[in-house]
């Protein structure tokens, strides 16, 4: 059982990263518009270089 | 502060100073420029007709190719665009642009759309949500090892584990419940948050005592699953408001509280409430009355339809008292206020309304009801079964409480506390994406028991815009020369006769000399002739019954031109379905007889009222409910006001004046009146999944309490009894088709 010891602290780990992005996401004002994201990752526009 | 406001008002920065709607922008408005780099504006503008990813990218490029905008950027979600550009940008300009691209845009008061209070709630709620769910995940994955039969070191491990994850998960997600269920306690009440936090709180310490103690039940997954299905339950609650009170402020947001203030002969901009008693304010033509005053230059004709339920224009002139709400039709005026703000009619309306609101607030909503039987009775049970086993065991404390905080934790408010707003957020998506904004919470349970609907006239089942009676039964001639004199004037009496006439394929006579006379009509010269289109007594003619507008040919007598209100799209369907569903319809009307009877006709409504004051609509209302009717109220109206706010539910449509749209608790979006029939359909079924889900829970809780109470409930019993009373609840409100 000592396969324990390795893998509790790595699971809670990946979850604390989910919930460190999830947290860093929604102060960054990541869900103000859900329906334009949607739309906006399908277009175009900076597919070839970023938004200058 | 300054320069945002100075880039949409070319003028001083304003200070209100009142109790009014722009003093709550000003703190919003200097976050906003807080937010905002030096030197630069942020412009707010509506979109409502954008709904793709190309009107993005149209949107977005073709106001970043104008000089002075920095950036720009389109929330599709709400409709809207965000510009950042040079102070001397002004809203008008980037409208114009936008009018180029095709795109109908309307200015927006940046102060009443900034993130408030309200919003940053609905954040902190985002993540403690995010945070119960995290934790739930991980200790739930640790239970199940200890379920399938972990023992000794690792089972007290993985316990030592979820208490580590589940302590403070629970005071940092639970707060909200613990927060409500102690205002509810002082004030002496016995809510949801009661039992809740009680559930939660006891459920965490008793198995905090059971891993120290090394072995025995822990409850750390029911506690953080518990506080995770109720933050989602409360987070649906939450974003069907924010929902609907975005849309409202965006409709308030769409009047941006100005005026035109005449300083030594130029016109300044200035918020209304800055106005004073003998201020000299100009009124252009198409714009609203700010304040209540008296005319002192200029002749125009006023629509007081929103006021008084009138469908004909009134003439104005100088020394003519006008009243805050009124439409300037014509002419340009020149009015010296006489009270503004708080002391003005619209105010005082607004007041009335206020009156009649605090009266409406005492709907207990099916949740509250619930929860007022459901609260107590958890808590007896809970007690009963403590005290029970107590006696039976004989003084065992310990086994006895572990067998009371199981049924505390096994009856399950979470189905309960998703089972209205899971409902109410399905049913107000839908009806949202028919054109139909809820604004208040319990407004659809109200809806649903709706027997009679009150219909205001004008602005309502009308759309407040003449229509031509019988064009095509007119002399060619006539109507010629008639189209050719209304399509030099702005008035909607002119206008709409230029629309029929051009519909009806007649092409406009060759008039010269076309000149407007403000509040009067239109003159030209025809093959010589003098030729005029306008008010009975100045043209010649004998005022006919129904509104008119009249033409002196130049030789012979005057012709009248009759004309009648162009109905609302859907209007007739909506009184026929709800006539349909077994609904009263009436008419109340501040309008003249004969357009009154006439549009009944039309619709097929035999009980009408015409020429109700104000007092009287609201009083009809009240005697209606006095009666034991549910009364739903379509108004749109300052005359209104009253009435929508005495009913037991009411509508407004989007073009309504604010102090109406206030009143009302649902919001007609678009201009077709159909979805409110619609609604009531959709209202009932809602209420009848809501009453479902009620009864699932019950059911839930029917088979697992007696386990409990017996003392054979485990806490895998527990977390399987929780999660699928949640998402069964979950499921069925998404049913609502």
């Not at chain 2, 994406?433 to 919470?441: E, F, N, T």
């Not at chain 2, 006539?579 to 009154?596: F, N, Y």
């Amino acid at each position: 059982m000592t396969v324990l010891a390795y893998l509790i602290p790595i699971s809670l780990m990946l979850g604390g990263i989910g919930l460190g992005a999830f947290i860093w996401s929604l102060n960054s004002d990541q869900y103000d518009d859900p329906e334009g994201n949607a739309r906006r990752i399908l277009r175009p526009d900076y597919d070839d270089h970023p938004k200058p | 502060m300054t320069e945002t406001l100075s880039a949409a008002v070319p003028a001083p920065a304003t200070t209100p100073a009142s109790a009014c709607p722009a003093c709550l922008a000003v703190p919003a408005a200097e976050d906003l420029a807080r937010r905002a780099a030096p030197g630069e504006a942020r412009l707010m503008l509506s979109l409502p007709t954008a709904h793709c990813a190309a009107c993005m990218s149209t949107v977005e490029r073709g106001l970043a190719k104008l000089p002075g905008v920095h950036d720009a950027r389109v929330n599709l979600t709400l409709k809207r665009v965000a510009v950042a550009a040079e102070p001397w940008v002004t809203a008008e300009g980037l409208i114009a642009a936008l009018d180029r691209l095709g795109y109908e845009a309307h200015e927006l008061d940046p102060g009443s759309l900034t993130p408030t209070r309200a919003d940053r709630a609905g954040r902190e709620l985002l993540m403690r949500l995010g945070v119960a769910g995290f934790a739930m995940m991980n200790v739930m994955l640790l239970s199940v090892a200890v379920w399938s039969g972990a023992e000794g070191p690792t089972r007290i491990l993985f316990e030592w584990i979820s208490a580590a994850i589940a302590l403070p998960t629970v005071i940092f997600a639970g707060q909200p419940f613990f927060r409500n269920a102690a205002t509810a306690l002082k004030a002496g009440r016995l809510g949801m948050d009661v039992p809740i936090s009680l559930a939660i709180l006891l459920a965490t310490g008793l198995s905090l005592y059971e891993t120290a103690e090394g072995g025995g039940h822990t409850y750390f997954d029911a506690a953080v699953a518990l506080t995770f299905f109720l933050l989602a339950g409360r987070y649906l609650d939450y974003r069907t408001r924010a929902v609907a009170r975005s849309a409202a402020a965006e409709l308030a947001a769409l009047e941006v509280p100005r005026a035109l203030r005449m300083e030594g002969g130029a016109e300044v901009a200035v918020a209304i409430a800055d106005l004073r008693p003998g201020d000299l304010v100009r009124v252009r033509p198409g714009a609203r009355m700010p304040v209540d005053g008296v005319v002192v230059e200029g002749t125009s004709e006023l629509d007081r339809s929103l006021l008084t339920g009138e469908s004909l224009p009134v003439w104005t002139g100088p020394e003519a008292v006008v009243s805050a709400g009124e439409v300037n039709l014509t002419g340009p005026l020149t009015v010296r206020v006489t009270a503004a703000g708080q002391d003005s009619s619209l105010h005082r309306m607004a007041d009335l309304v206020a009156v009649a609101e605090s009266a409406k607030n005492r709907y207990t909503s099916l949740a509250d009801r619930a929860a007022g039987i459901y609260a107590p009775g958890v808590h007896l049970l809970a007690f009963a079964s403590f005290l029970g086993w107590l006696w039976r065991t004989g003084g065992d404390v310990h086994l006895a409480l572990n067998i009371g905080v199981a049924v505390l934790i096994i009856t399950c408010p979470c189905a309960l506390g998703l089972a209205v707003p899971a409902v109410v957020t399905a049913a107000s998506g839908r009806l949202f994406r028919k054109g139909l904004l809820i604004k208040d919470g319990t407004a659809l349970e109200r809806l649903a028991e709706v027997d009679t609907v009150v219909f205001d006239k004008t602005g309502t089942l009308t759309l407040g815009a003449p229509e031509p009676v019988r064009l095509d039964a007119r002399a060619p001639e006539d109507l010629a020369l008639a189209a050719a004199l209304a399509a030099a004037s702005a008035h909607p009496l002119a206008r709409a006769l230029a629309t029929g006439a051009a519909a009806a394929g007649v092409a406009p006579a060759a008039v010269e000399d076309l000149r407007e006379v403000p509040g009067y009509g239109v003159e030209g010269r025809y093959r010589g002739r003098v030729v005029r289109l306008g008010r009975a007594e100045w043209v010649g003619a004998a005022p006919l019954a129904a509104t008119a507008t009249y033409l002196d040919r130049g030789t012979g007598a005057a012709v009248g031109f009759p004309f009648t209100d162009h109905l609302r799209p859907g209007a007739a369907a909506a009184v026929a379905a709800l006539r349909a569903q077994g609904m009263a319809v009436r008419l109340i009307s501040g309008d003249a007889e004969a357009a009154v009877a006439e549009l009944a006709g039309r619709l097929g409504i035999a009980d009408w009222t015409a020429g109700a004051l104000p007092e009287e609509k609201a009083a009809e209302v009240a005697r209606l409910a006095a009666e034991g009717r549910r009364v739903l109220m379509v108004g749109d109206g300052l005359n209104d006001t009253a009435a929508l706010a005495a009913a037991y539910v009411s509508v407004s449509p989007a073009s309504a004046l604010d102090a109406a749209r206030v009143a009302s608790d649902i919001v007609l979006l678009g201009q077709d009146m159909a979805p409110v029939a619609e609604a009531a359909r959709v209202a009932r079924r809602a209420r009848r999944r809501i009453r479902e889900n009620f009864a699932v829970s019950a059911l839930y809780n029917a088979v697992a309490v007696p386990l409990a109470v017996l003392g054979l409930a485990t806490p895998l019993i527990a977390a399987l009894a929780m999660s699928a009373s949640s998402i069964t609840v979950s499921l069925n409100a998404l049913r609502l088709r």
